[in-house]
């Protein structure tokens, strides 16, 4: 019988505004923030196990906070992923298999001091950035073909919407 530890992990994101040399318009840059790892190279989303009087959602806003030091509004779950970690090997689940369920934060605050600081490093990165920077090739996967298709998809469903002064 194959157990999972079961753990909550987001990609938080926020808007960076770029003006265009060719004209005056403004446009919305996407980027993630990723942290460091204690154990080794490579660049990760925030994640955690949770405790027993939270959601994984919960422990999900929990991680980004310990971990990265923000805060924001945890939107629709991308789904879930299967990875393999050493550190969650123990007699309940061997082979460290773990189910991630994994959602995009819209950050909303950046603290100046968290928990986990000393430990590990804070970057925004562009889509692409954090793309070659993934340490496991299932985060990749994650962001390209779950936040960013996810990301896509609230786009045309907010900005879809005729805009009557272009009329």
């Known amino acids: 019988m194959l157990l999972f530890i079961f753990v909550g992990r987001c990609i938080p994101f926020k808007y960076r505004t770029s003006d265009e040399i060719s004209d005056s318009k403004s446009e919305k840059i996407v980027q993630v923030l990723m942290i460091s790892s204690p154990s080794g190279p490579g660049l990760l989303f925030p994640k955690g196990g949770w405790e027993n009087d939270e959601t994984v959602e919960e422990a999900a806003r929990r991680e980004a906070m310990e971990e990265a030091g923000v805060r924001g509004e945890l939107m629709?779950?991308?789904?879930?992923?299967?990875?393999?970690?050493?550190?969650?090997?123990?007699?309940?689940?061997?082979?460290?298999?773990?189910?991630?369920?994994?959602?995009?934060?819209?950050?909303?605050?950046?603290?100046?001091?968290?928990?986990?600081?000393?430990?590990?490093?804070?970057?925004?990165?562009?889509?692409?950035?954090?793309?070659?920077?993934?340490?496991?090739?299932?985060?990749?996967?994650?962001?390209?073909?779950?936040?960013?298709?996810?990301?896509?998809?609230?786009?045309?469903?907010?900005?879809?919407?005729?805009?009557?002064?272009?009329?």
């Open 76 to 167: 629709d779950l991308l789904g879930h992923y299967y990875f393999r970690s050493k550190t969650h090997q123990d007699e309940f689940s061997p082979e460290g298999s773990c189910k991630a369920a994994m959602f995009p934060l819209l950050v909303t605050e950046q603290l100046d001091s968290w928990p986990e600081q000393h430990s590990r490093s804070r970057i925004w990165l562009t889509i692409s950035e954090a793309s070659e920077s993934c340490r496991h090739a299932w985060m990749r996967d994650v962001l390209l073909n779950g936040f960013l298709k996810w990301h896509a998809a609230k786009l045309q469903n907010e900005e879809g919407l005729p805009d009557p002064d272009r009329q």
